[in-house]
Nanobody, 120 residues
Framework: QVQLVESGGGLVQPGGSLRLSCVPSRTAGVINAMVWYRQAPGNQRELVAEITSGGSTNYADSVKGRFTISRDNAENTVYLQMNSLKPEDTAVYYC??????????????WGRGTQVTVSS
């Protein structure tokens, strides 16, 4: 089974920056999309940013202009650069990888999450 290892979370003051990383233990099949989600206490999980194998990106309105998602194709690693952080960005951030193992067999891997806390 593939594991996704997330890192880069921590405590930062408002206006600061963090860079999250998601590294798979191994890969199989074809990866179609790598996605960052987040979940704050009392809230439902929400999509933050996603990137396809072709490089297309999509962001939640709340993070546009502040967050940037990128992918290292050689390492199959996904990053989330977070700038101008706000207290409302505080949440557990989760990495998600989706694709196809072979025709008719999807893959859907989740990381265990990394805590991001924005507070003065």
């Amino acid at each position: 089974q593939v594991q996704l290892v997330e890192s880069g979370g921590g405590l930062v003051q408002p206006g600061g920056s963090l860079r999250l990383s998601c590294v798979p233990s191994r890969t199989a099949g074809v990866i179609n999309a790598m996605v960052w989600y987040r979940q704050a206490p009392g809230n439902q999980r929400e999509l933050v940013a996603e990137i396809t194998s072709g490089g297309s990106t999509n962001y939640a309105d709340s993070v546009k202009g502040r967050f940037t998602i990128s992918r290292d194709n050689a390492e199959n690693t996904v990053y989330l650069q977070m700038n101008s952080l706000k207290p409302e960005d505080t949440a557990v951030y989760y990495c998600n990888v989706r694709g196809v193992l072979r025709p008719g067999v999807p893959i859907n891997y989740w990381g265990r999450g990394t805590q991001v806390t924005v507070s003065s």
